[in-house]
């Protein structure tokens, strides 16, 4: 087990170097998030390929607040041809109609996921956002985004878009484990450093409402011995503009 337990240390210090060094961004992001829960907005999360992983994180989960808002695409899904969405993401003018589709609000939060911050669908959604009066809060590896070229036609990337950055410390590639007689690395890390940010900043914006309000939409488990419908009400205020609630 030795490079299993190589990965682990590496993990471990990665998540407490992405903690100290981005404590001030989440902050920020954290606030806007805040503030928009409050008055009742949704805070939209957005990826592609493995990406959505970090949308389906947060979203109708035990423990996350019911105002998200996920932005899904079938076409992105990497089980669903990889390769089909591995095209369409560098698709320009795909993010605009996936975008189009979401009951998106002016002076609500969207949280835009991709680690080289460069392929066109992204981007596209972090402007379109914009241009809607959002929040964009972008998280991306800041190494891997600076040591590639953009593939949208502004020449912008992620990180020069977004209102909030967050670095979450992937190095260029993703993967951070060396194997003697491999000549690319193993052992991707993104997944686990977005999920970390996304879970802390949403435990800290509920800890928030709850100072403030007294009280926040929540889910629990569906697997505890609860009434089955003990979530229905954390849906009920969001079930008219979330997309995905209505199936």
Not at 30 to 47: S, Y
Not at 164 to 187: F, H, R, S, T, W
Request: proline share 5%; aromatic share 8%; hydrophobic share 40%.
């Amino acid at each position: 087990m030795q490079y299993a337990s190589i990965y682990f240390d590496m993990i471990q210090k990665l998540l407490a170097k992405t903690w100290n060094s981005q404590k001030e961004a989440m902050q920020k992001a954290v606030d806007v998030m805040t503030a928009c829960a409050e008055r009742g907005g949704l805070i939209h999360v957005f990826g592609c390929g493995h990406t959505q992983i970090l949308v389906e994180e947060v979203w109708f989960r035990a423990g996350q607040p019911s105002f998200i808002s996920p932005i899904f695409d079938q076409g992105l899904w990497p089980h669903n041809a990889p390769h089909k969405g591995s095209a369409l993401e560098k698709l320009e003018g795909y993010g605009r109609l996936i975008f189009e589709s979401h009951d998106a609000k002016p002076g609500e939060v969207i949280i835009v996921l991709s680690n080289s911050g460069r392929n066109a669908v992204p981007i596209e959604v972090a402007l379109e956002a914009k241009k809607r009066g959002l929040t964009v809060v972008g998280i991306t590896s800041m190494e891997y985004s600076t040591r590639v070229k953009s593939r949208h036609s502004s020449g912008k990337k992620l990180y020069e878009i977004a209102d909030i950055v967050i670095d979450n410390g992937g190095p260029e590639g993703d993967a951070i484990v060396q194997i003697p007689g491999l000549k690319q690395k193993a052992g991707p890390c993104t997944t686990i450093t977005n999920a970390a940010i996304l879970d802390a900043m949403l435990v800290q914006v509920v800890a928030n409402l709850v100072a403030r309000k007294g009280s926040a939409p929540v889910f629990v488990s569906a697997n505890l011995d609860l009434p089955a419908d003990a979530n229905e009400g954390y849906i009920a205020p969001y079930l008219s503009r979330v997309h995905h609630y209505k199936g």
